[in-house]
């Protein structure tokens, strides 16, 4: 096991979280370190990465996680700030949670309700309930509504974490208003599709990484 890994990646940790907040280091499929917080959640060494938990959100999704988790995964309901770590060195792989009180979901931002779209040299305030979907192509990103395709300054993944949960990540190029979803189906060579409603009828791919997380997400 990366032992050093862990340690470098614990202490600078330690040195800039909350005093209530726990650690948790994941290793594959199941938990290497545990530094306990006042909100302990009384993970142990060795301990299998439960369905549901951050760890396994960042290990489905590949990036970082951050959400509310409850009772049902750890006895104890948490807030939890979740982040893939890769060591090419040493081929480390795994997942590093800073995990925290229920309060502290309350102390983030609102969802964003409206995003500023530029067309031509025109900036636009779009209600989010107007988004198709969001896709980023060639480093820029470009916002879909009936009205047209709108630019944003922002990144996929900055705007992925202020839409609301009515938005789904199917792709790592595509975030899809779930509302805007007509049927999802197989292609082809059965790989996962999201047509889109409205008269263009687009189709969108559901990446593999994705289709978990998509297939859980919707229920299905």
Partial sequence: MARNVVHQFS??????VPA???IAIAGGDKYVSY???SHDIQIRQGQPVPLGSITERVYSQK??????VDESVFGIPYYGVGYPLEDAETGFSGALTVILPPEYSFK???PLSFIIGRKDDLWIPISIEQVIYI???EKKTFIYTEDGCYNSKFPLKTLEQRIPDTFIRIHRSYIV???SIKHISRDLISNLEVTLKGSEG????VSQSYVQYVRKNLGF
């Fill in 135 to 137: 896709e980023s192509k």
């Fill in 35 to 37: 530094i306990p917080g």
């Fill in 63 to 68: 990036r970082r996680v951050e959400s509310m």
């Fill in 11 to 16: 202490k600078f940790i330690e040195d800039w």
């Fill in 108 to 110: 983030k931002h609102k």
């Fill in 20 to 22: 209530e907040a726990s």
């Fill in 202 to 205: 687009t189709v969108l791919p």
């Fill in 177 to 179: 208003n779930i509302s």
